[in-house]
């Protein structure tokens, strides 16, 4: 970044550090492209060696713990940690940050999964260098399943916009929010970052607090190709898989699955 004093990946990553977000986290559904891959890709997990990175509360956990022969979750965020831990006490769960995926060696797994665009949290080296590691830790034919900010969407880097809908009793709260929001946008985008390949834009995760990583299809095709990966599927928001040049402006995460390559496909 061109901002020294300013730490992104430390940045988000107190985001998650709130207690109150635990709860909140586990109660969220599966994306429909979540579901979408999981079903269509249960055999790359059922009876399978799974490590889920960025585990948070455990949201992912009670879809691929049941069916997994083995389930490591890790995470950094200490109160989401404990709360995926007094709810899923036979998941092995582990503080590990994800620049530190090398201390799992020699472990290989048949199925990891990023969730929630989880590698954005960090900058463009650093995620390369993530995803090089998944890479060395899957499994002959194992898939790797991540999300990723799509940067071609109609929305990203765009400012808090006020809408005022339902009843006019929360429009002061609404109005409150938004300030909130105008006020965090302005103090983040100092930090955004536009490169040829992908950028550092401002988010509206948690009220605009968020700076994170943003790509396009083919940019991370090629980047999950230099990692010895092969992508078979790209899913939109609404669970559709996408067809090479398919527009993808409506879509703000775009999830791929992809296989350690020399494998056939699963």
């Excluded at 993530?130 to 499994?139: F, G, H, P, S, T």
């Excluded at 940019?219 to 990692?227: L, P, R, S």
Aim: hydrophobic share 40%; with cysteine.
């Amino acid at each position: 970044m061109e901002h020294p004093r300013f730490d992104l990946i430390d940045h988000n990553a107190k985001i998650f550090f709130k207690p109150k977000l635990a709860s909140w986290y586990a109660g969220e559904p599966l994306y429909a492209a979540e579901a979408i891959v999981l079903i269509r890709h249960k055999e790359a997990f059922a009876g399978k060696n799974v490590l889920d990175i960025g585990v948070g509360s455990g949201r992912t956990t009670r879809y691929l713990l049941p069916f997994a022969a083995t389930y490591l979750g890790i995470d950094v965020s200490p109160p989401m940690l404990a709360f995926c831990r007094r709810h899923w006490p036979d998941a092995e769960i582990a503080e590990l940050d994800m620049r530190d995926l090398v201390k799992l060696n020699p472990r290989r797994f048949d199925f990891i999964l990023g969730s929630s665009a989880v590698l954005d949290m960090l900058d463009h080296e650093v995620r390369s260098n993530v995803l090089a590691e998944c890479a060395a830790l899957l499994a002959p034919r194992g898939l790797f399943v991540f999300s990723i900010h799509n940067r071609r969407y109609k929305k990203a880097g765009l400012p808090p916009m006020l809408e005022l809908k339902g009843s006019p009793i929360r429009w002061p709260l609404t109005v409150a929010r938004f300030v909130r929001d105008i006020r965090n946008h302005r103090k983040f985008k100092a930090f955004e970052l536009r490169k040829n390949d992908y950028s550092i834009l401002n988010d509206i995760a948690h009220g605009y607090q968020a700076v994170f990583y943003y790509t396009d299809r083919a940019t991370q095709t090629h980047q999950i190709e230099a990692a010895g990966l092969t992508v078979l599927d790209v899913v939109g928001d609404d669970g559709r898989i996408l067809k090479e040049g398919e527009e993808d402006r409506e879509d703000g995460l775009l999830h791929f699955v992809c296989q350690k390559r020399g494998g056939e496909a699963v």
